[in-house]
C-alpha cells in the first residue's frame, strides 16, 4: 500500500465528478462538449484539448477505474519523485502529446476505416464515395479518457524505476516495470497500426502520451538521473 499523494487525489477526484457530470446532466451532451474532435470537424473547439484527458466512457464502470487505479498506482510514486508542481506538468504535457498524435493520425485512422467492411458498407449503403467515407469519419471523430496522460507517467515510471516488480495478470510471477509497460506500448502500437474492427480503444492516444511522457523525463533528466536499482 501507499500514500496517495496531492495532485493524483485532486485528479481522481475530478475525473469522478466529470464522470457524474456526463452521467447526470441532462441539460447538454457534456461528453460531446468536452471530448476531443478533429480539429478540422465544425465540433472541434479548443478546450476539447484538455478536456477530454478528464473524460470517460459512461457506459460502464471498467473504462474509469482502471484509468484511476492506473493513476494511482503509478502517478502517486512519481509525485513522490518529481514533486507535485512537476508532477502535474507533467501529466498536463503528457495529455497535450496524447491529443497531438490523435489529431495527426484522424486521416490514417478515417483512411483504413473507409477501406474495411464497415467504411464499404458505409459507402454502399448510402450511395456515397470512399472520399464521402473518410470526410464523414473525420467530422463525427472523438475520443475521451485519462488513458494517454496515464501511459506518459507509466513511460516515466518504468525508465526511473525499471526494475521494480509487478504483478500482471495471468502472469504467476512477477514481472519488472521495463518489460511489463514496453510490451503494453507494444500492444498499442500494433493496435494502433491494424485498428481492427470493434476496437474502440484509443491507441494512438495511449502512443501519444507515452512518447511525450517519456521524452520530456529523458529531457528533465539527463544531467541528473536518479533511476532505482
Known sequence: MQRTTPIVLNLIIINLLVYLAQKFITQIDVTDWGALHYFGSALFKPHQIITNMFMHDTGGLTHILFNMFGLWMFGSVLENYLGSKRFLIFYLICGLGSALLVQLT????????????????????????????????????????????????????????????????????????????????????????????????????????????????LYWNKSNRKTFY
Do not use: C, R, W
Open 106 to 217: 484522424v486521416p490514417y485512422s478515417a483512411s483504413i476505416f473507409a477501406n474495411s467492411a464497415a467504411g464499404l458498407q458505409t459507402a454502399t449503403t448510402n450511395n456515397i464515395t470512399l472520399e464521402a467515407v473518410v470526410e464523414a469519419y473525420k467530422q463525427q471523430y472523438s475520443a475521451i479518457g485519462a488513458s494517454g496522460a496515464i501511459m506518459g507517467v507509466m513511460a516515466a515510471f518504468a525508465y526511473l524505476f525499471p526494475n521494480t516488480e509487478m504483478y500482471v495478470m495471468l502472469i504467476p510471477i512477477p514481472v519488472k516495470a521495463k518489460y511489463v509497460i514496453p510490451v503494453f506500448i507494444l500492444i498499442d502500437l500494433f493496435g494502433g497500426i491494424n485498428q481492427f474492427a470493434g476496437d474502440n480503444i484509443g491507441h494512438f492516444a495511449h502512443l501519444g502520451g507515452a512518447l511525450v511522457g517519456f521524452l520530456l523525463i
